[in-house]
Every structure is written in structure tokens, then in C-alpha cells.
């Protein structure tokens, strides 16, 4: 490794991003199953137990599971933003299209397997992946123009190329 280098993140081959992004999509498959909706109530109740009455616990079992929807589909857009190629904007458009597509087919699955789908976690699952492949595209703007330079310096008036003329008086 060269000294030279100032990064501390090093992003992994093409082919680990490819394979972290399938894993990723068979984690997202699994949890629309039976065995991992029975797993996610025993966790549930488990988690209950140690946190008590806290709140209600079909609030709990809301904010659980709307939670674990939003962390699967944010990390989704953010790695399916980062394994893709072109140009940035192409990346964020086909990562928010990616993100959509596997949460509808997520939630059809559930369709076959016994449990209930729904069009607000299909929302859900859109709007979270698109934040992250988001959150992706801005880091790699920020990647682009420095880190140091995007934080220390103000944002840059955008000019029309129409000099303003000093005011006499």
C-alpha cells in the first residue's frame, strides 16, 4: 500500500461489491419468508422483555419492523449506487429504480409464503432505498471535490455570466 495515498477508505473490487449486493438482495429475499418473519417475533418478544413497557407493543412491533424495512433498503441503495457503473446520475437513477424493483418483487414474495404484503412497505422500501442511494451520490460529489474542501468552504454563488455593473454614484 502507497503512503502516498491520503484515503481511508479503499473501495473493494468490482467483484466484492458485486457480491455484497447479492448477498444484500438474498438477506432482503429471506426476510420476506415465514421462518424469517417467526425469527423477527421471537426477537421482537425477546427485546420486549428486556426494554419493558416502554411502549405499547403493537407501537413496538410498528417501529420494528418499519425499522428493519428502512436499514435493509437504505444499505440496498447505498451498495447498488456504489457497485454500479456510468455516470453519477445514471447510478442514482438505476439504484432508485433497482430499489423499487426488489422491494415490489420483496413483498410479492410474501405473497407465496404466507404472509401479508403491503403497497406502504412497498413505499417504504422505495423511499428508503432512494435515500440511500442518495446519501451515495452526494458522498461521491463530496469524494469528488475533497472532503476538506466541501467542508471548510462555503457554497460557491452560481454566476449567470452576466457581470453585474458597480453602482456609481
Not at 461489491?17 to 438482495?25: E, G, Q
Not at 472532503?147 to 452576466?162: A, D, H, I, N
Request: charged fraction near 15%; hydrophobic fraction near 50%; charge should be positive.
Amino acid at each position: 500500500m502507497s503512503m502516498s495515498s491520503t484515503s481511508l477508505w479503499h473501495r473493494p473490487a468490482p467483484s466484492a461489491r458485486l457480491a455484497i449486493l447479492l448477498a444484500h438482495l438474498a438477506l432482503i429475499f429471506f426476510s420476506s419468508t415465514r421462518i424469517a418473519g417467526q425469527w423477527a417475533e421471537y426477537a421482537f418478544r425477546f427485546y420486549r422483555s428486556l426494554l419493558g413497557r416502554v411502549a405499547t407493543g403493537a407501537e413496538m412491533h410498528l417501529l420494528a419492523q418499519k425499522g428493519v424495512h428502512f436499514l435493509l433498503f437504505f444499505s440496498l441503495g447505498v451498495w447498488t449506487h456504489n457497485t454500479l457503473n456510468g455516470t453519477r446520475a445514471q447510478k442514482l437513477v438505476w439504484a432508485v429504480c433497482c430499489c423499487v424493483l426488489a422491494g415490489a418483487l420483496s413483498e410479492s414474495v410474501q405473497l407465496f409464503t404466507g404472509r401479508d404484503a403491503a403497497l406502504a412497505d412497498v413505499l417504504l422500501n422505495g423511499a428508503s432505498g432512494a435515500l440511500g442511494a442518495a446519501l451515495a451520490w452526494r458522498c461521491s460529489a463530496a469524494r469528488l471535490a475533497g472532503f476538506s474542501q466541501l467542508l471548510t468552504q462555503p457554497e460557491q454563488e452560481v454566476r449567470t455570466g452576466v457581470e453585474e455593473q458597480p453602482q456609481e454614484q
